[in-house]
């Protein structure tokens, strides 16, 4: 942004990556991650101005979350988690997690392929029945047409949800019209939230991207209050060959700094970025409001 974020502002979408030796890996990962711990994280907050964060449980620890959790330790009040688990997890373990930051469960679908309607169905149920009325809410990774299906059942959780990364609008063979039609009823329809996150997973070069700017710009006339933005920092690669899980793979390489300008420039409205910065984040992850407008710095 060509001025500071606002003060309070947040970013909802992270992962940290620890030492493998303390945090070891799940055998079964998509990828290799470099290190990208709680100290790299502070100075990538401190460096854009961003004061509070959202660390999001990666693919590569399963539902061990001890290196999410440590992130957000060593963050304090500044930091939230949204931790993998399973769902016979016991109430007092819930409690400690509470305890210790977290805010949501995800689910991700979309880096196991999973498609199973059935199966997701099961998934959502079980933890929506648990976290009724917790302040936690679910978090889902999908493509546009798993959560187009599952939406429906996504809307009468009882909870809220949030859908990572567009929703992965412009994936796969689907026109780019209809798939945002569908991320659109999602959010203006069925009153789920939505993450302004990582359009790079979405279009090719999200610079020359006028179709996705044009959806911020809808959603953001029906539902400003279900908004929010993530870096998706320190980036997990996209691109990994065939039989390289095992191989450390470099982060992609995004300027973060300019995400924050295009999302400005996306919404051009100098108080619906703070809405997306600062109060959407704080009604839903428990940040505290400095004031009632939360002034720029």
Known sequence: MNTPP???????????????????FVPERH?????ADAGHLRAFLDSHGLDNV??????????DNRCTLDAVARLGDRA????????????????????????????????????????????????AGRLRGSGWHLQVYAAHGVLAATGPMLA??????????????????TPFAEAAAAVEHLVAGLGLHIKLSAPQRSVPDPETAPELAGLVRRLLRAAPERLLWGSDWPHSPSGRAPGS??????????????????????IEDEAAVRRILVGNPAALYGFGL????????
């Open 6 to 24: 606002p003060l309070g502002s947040t970013d909802c979408h992270v992962h940290a990556f620890g030492d493998p030796a303390a945090f070891p």
């Open 31 to 35: 990828y290799t991650p470099d290190l």
């Open 54 to 63: 959202v660390v999001v449980q990666p693919s590569t620890y399963g539902t």
């Open 80 to 127: 939230r988690a949204v931790v993998v688990l399973d769902p016979s997890i016991g109430d007092a373990e819930l409690a400690a997690l509470h305890a210790a930051g977290a805010r949501g469960v995800r689910l991700n679908l979309q880096t196991g392929g999973q498609e199973d309607l059935r199966a997701t169905k099961t998934l959502v149920e079980a933890f």
């Open 156 to 173: 009468r959780a009882g909870l809220p949800v949030v859908v990572d990364h567009f929703g992965l609008v412009g994936r796969r063979d």
């Open 245 to 266: 899980e095992r191989t450390v793979q470099p982060f992609d390489r995004i300027d973060d700094a300019r995400a924050l300008e295009r999302i400005a420039e996306w």
């Open 290 to 297: 400095t004031s009632p407008t939360c002034g720029v710095r």
